[in-house]
């Protein structure tokens, strides 16, 4: 309602936090905010509403998990509390327990289905967003129980060949437990399913479990009641769990009376139970026989917004770009990302199935772009279609406020879409794109300040990897990309506002030039900080966008290859990029940008980034959008993370095909040793700007490869480059489509 807004709030605020003897909120607030940049808005409210529910779970689990030991717990907290492992944190007077060094899970899912349940490390399932999980576990008649989360080994894997699905396999002296969690439709309905599977030497009991629990902490369940037929879970009188056989065997039990984990020997057998904090547990058990196998299924029936197709994952998978390499982890690692990105984009396109199950114009850019790099066009143009319920009358392209860099995030991916698919920019677009650059246009500050901001977009919050609020260069870069693929995709249909977006791009990036040139005079070197008042740190992998992926700026520009050298030297740990910043972990993704840049550069420390990122994905071939420097877990944001899956299959394109300039380069980033066999690699078919296009390399030891490229040109076939590492650069004739490389001389 518009008139709260004109109630006295921080009089109210203050006035409660003092009768309460608490810190005045507003005037903390305002001191935090004096260690950034002034701004016009606060801290975006999507990002506080986030952190105070982050942090209330962790308050949550404060209270409940440290009295509580003896319960079985999520792998993470069964790490983290453990003081003999490197994952523990002393908890001391910590205010909040959160997952701080196994963020780690995988979605599961269907085509187009909104939900996706998540599998943890040790295959605990959690079918709902935010919701109570189901474990298996394994208890012999003599005592021993196989428990998945405190085993000392375990083994996961991903498996894609009708779908996704994710096994887990734990053993101990005589016992072993498998389970396997995947999404299928039964009758049009998407079902989530855990299949538990066990054997033992002697007689067992396979027991599946209903936890209040999943890998953020606590989540509440007051009630569950067994069916009368022994075969199904109502739980909080919402949601159905269904089992493939009758329980033998039912224990429940409520926060007081302990985790029912203790009571799976008890003589009495329950088929209900109440908990009013929340804290029911629950344990169906299934008899297994000494030597033979057993196994018990559990259906969980999810939400469908809208009618789901049987064929869904053929019609998904049918025209990708596909990739064909003798390095089987580096193909599954492909797989996989393709994959993901299916799964995560059923209408909007999110950056992972948990924690950042929300829109940012920022993640939906990169993963868009992957999207139409993958041939999955389709689903694309279908996230691209919501974007202009999302501007605002001004022009502004709000997903978060005093994000500056959606504009030209919007406009650049929007530009892309078209010069992939060869399309001219729909009639319902060319309102919005210009709106949109006008916002632009506008949002900028006066170029005749005198101070180095000058000319820049005001200062904002960005990506929070960049630090506090600033005039970063990542939002001015991308303003100027937006701005120039405005005029690029309004050539034809309004040449005047072409004209006049052209021009804004260059007076913008001309700001941008004179305020890098005091920055390059107050350090002493070329290298771009994050913004015109920053020294070098950590942040400065935003300037990189000016390479990776706008390429506003050549190959070889100084400040851009000086910025990168600097990032080597001072922020990677363990080969990889290390964000010191909000993140504390090694990125993925931002290890990738920087080996973008290398690679565009000719630098051959691409491809030992790039074997760094492939070897910090888990089993199922995922990364957390942080991970720890020594548990190697995640440690920060969604576990599951859509970004960096997406920038591994940019990657893998770009190392095959790339656009520069008026060029097509091919094979600049195909490792070498792929050479030393026989078997011919191919990718494709890529779409390019030029047209989509299949390469095929055909290696023959001993002897020179050749390599073969088809492409579906939208006009003239552009001038082909050929690239391939330690082979001489081969410029072929128009018209051609093969071609034997030449061995590089040595020191060449």
């Not at 002393?90 to 196994?102: D, E, G, K, V």
């Not at 887990?168 to 299949?195: D, I």
């Not at 200062?459 to 690029?488: C, K, M, Q, T, V």
Request: glycine residues 8%.
């Amino acid at each position: 309602m518009s008139w709260m807004k004109w109630l006295p709030w921080r009089f109210v605020v203050r006035y409660a936090a003092r009768r309460q003897g608490f810190l005045d909120p507003i005037a903390l607030l305002a001191r935090l905010h004096s260690f950034a940049q002034p701004s016009e808005v606060g801290e975006p409210i999507e990002l506080l509403r986030a952190g105070v529910v982050f942090h209330a779970r962790g308050l949550i689990n404060s209270r409940v998990i440290q009295h509580n030991l003896d319960w079985v717990w999520p792998y993470w907290i069964e790490r983290q509390f453990d003081p003999l492992d490197v994952s523990f944190i002393p908890r001391a007077f910590s205010i909040t327990h959160i997952n701080l060094t196994h963020r780690n899970w995988t979605a599961v899912g269907y085509p187009d289905c909104q939900e996706l349940p998540i599998v943890d490390p040790r295959g605990l399932l959690t079918p709902l967003l935010d919701g109570w999980s189901l474990d298996g576990w394994l208890m012999a008649e003599d005592g021993r129980c196989l428990l998945p989360s405190r085993a000392a080994d375990c083994r996961q894997r991903q498996e894609m060949k009708s779908g996704v699905c994710i096994t887990t396999e734990t053993e101990m002296a005589g016992l072993a437990l498998s389970s396997r969690a995947w999404v299928e439709l039964e009758s049009g309905v998407p079902v989530c399913k855990l299949r538990l599977q066990a054997r033992a030497d002697s007689d067992a009991r396979l027991v599946l479990a209903l936890r209040p629990a999943n890998p953020e902490g606590i989540s509440f369940i007051h009630q569950v009641s067994l069916s009368p037929a022994r075969d199904a879970w109502t739980v909080d009188d919402a949601q159905r769990v269904e089992f493939s056989r009758a329980a033998e065997r039912h224990h429940v039990s409520d926060y007081r009376h302990g985790d029912v984990f203790i009571h799976l020997r008890d003589r009495d057998d329950q088929t209900a139970g109440l908990c009013d904090v929340g804290m029911v547990t629950a344990a169906a058990l299934f008899p297994v026989k000494a030597g033979e196998a057993a196994e018990i299924t559990a259906s969980i029936p999810l939400a469908a917004a809208a009618p789901l197709a049987a064929d869904a994952w053929d019609t998904a998978q049918r025209n990708r770009c596909q990739l064909a390499c003798p390095e089987p982890h580096y193909q599954f690692l492909y797989d996989a990302a393709v994959t993901s990105l299916i799964l995560h984009s059923p209408d909007d396109v999110y950056p992972g199935p948990y924690t950042y199950k929300r829109f940012w114009f920022r993640d939906a850019a990169f993963i868009i772009h992957a999207l139409l790099c993958a041939g999955l066009t389709d689903r694309a143009e279908r996230a691209l279609a919501r974007f202009p319920a999302r501007q605002t009358a001004l022009g502004y392209f709000r997903s978060q406020e005093g994000e500056w860099d959606a504009n030209g995030e919007v406009l650049w991916i929007l530009q892309r879409f078209y010069a992939l698919t060869g399309r001219p920019p729909a009639a319902e677009w060319l309102g919005p794109i210009r709106r949109g650059a006008r916002w632009i246009m506008r949002k900028r500050l006066s170029s005749d300040l005198d101070a180095p901001h000058a000319g820049l977009l005001p200062a904002g919050f960005s990506a929070e990897h960049l630090g506090p609020n600033d005039y970063y260069y990542w939002d001015d870069f991308w303003g100027i990309a937006g701005l120039r693929a405005a005029a690029a995709m309004l050539e034809k249909a309004d040449p005047a506002h072409s004209r006049e977006f052209a021009q804004a791009a260059d007076d913008f990036a001309a700001a941008v030039e004179s305020s890098l040139a005091s920055c390059e005079a107050r350090l002493g070197r070329p290298a771009m900080p994050a913004s015109p008042y920053r020294r070098l740190d950590a942040g400065a992998i935003g300037s990189l966008a000016c390479g990776y992926p706008v390429q506003l700026y050549a190959a070889n520009d100084p400040r851009l290859l000086d910025c990168v050298e600097f990032l080597l030297e001072r922020c990677f740990v363990k080969g990889a990029f290390y964000q010191d910043m909000i993140h504390s972990g090694l990125n993925a993704y931002l290890t990738l940008h920087v080996a973008q840049v290398l690679l565009r550069a000719g630098d051959p420390r691409y491809l030992e980034l790039m074997d760094t990122v492939a070897t910090l994905a888990s089993p199922t071939g995922q990364w957390p959008e942080a991970i720890h420097p020594l548990t190697g877990g995640g440690c920060m944001g969604d576990g599951h993370h859509v970004w960096a899956a997406a920038e591994w299959l940019l990657m893998i394109r770009n190392c095959f095909v790339r656009e520069e300039g008026e060029r097509l380069i091919l094979c600049a980033g195909v490792p070498a040793r792929w050479l030393d066999q026989e078997t011919p690699i191919r990718f494709g078919p890529a779409p390019t700007r030029f047209g989509p296009v299949t390469i095929s390399i055909t290696p023959d030891r001993g002897h020179p490869p050749r390599v073969e490229w088809q492409g579906d040109w939208q006009r003239s076939a552009p001038p082909v480059e050929i690239r391939l590492p330690g082979y001489a650069p081969a410029r072929p004739q128009a018209g051609t489509g093969s071609v034997v490389l030449v061995k590089m001389e040595p020191g060449a």
